[in-house]
Nanobody, 118 residues
């Protein structure tokens, strides 16, 4: 299986930037797609962005043009560069990895809090 650890969250003002990191360990060679999700208080968890092992990306409409997802397969780390942050970006951000290692798996990190003040 794969274990995931997020870092980089914090408190920032609107318009500022943050970079989240997600370090993977375990059978990292088996990871296919990685993604960032977020969950705001009282809301369902939503997909922010995902990236395949080939580097194809997809973003939620709410973050297009502001967030950039990337992946360093050598370091087994995924990143989320968040620019022009808005108060509505406030949430717990979770790292996700999916792949195959004898069977399909879907792994989650513990989450990191991002708070954007107005």
């Amino acid at each position: 299986q794969v274990q995931l650890m997020e870092s980089g969250g914090g408190l920032v003002q609107a318009g500022e930037s943050l970079r989240l990191s997600c370090a993977a360990s375990g059978v990292v060679f088996s990871i296919d797609t990685m993604a960032w999700y977020r969950q705001a208080p009282g809301k369902q968890r939503e997909l922010v962005a995902h990236i395949t092992d080939g580097g194809s990306t997809n973003y939620a409409d709410s973050v297009k043009g502001r967030f950039t997802i990337s992946r360093d397969n050598v370091k087994s780390t995924m990143y989320l560069q968040m620019n022009s942050l808005k108060p509505e970006d406030t949430a717990v951000y979770y790292c996700n990895a999916q792949g195959w290692n004898s069977q399909y798996y879907d792994s989650w990190g513990q989450g990191t809090q991002v708070t954007v003040s107005s």
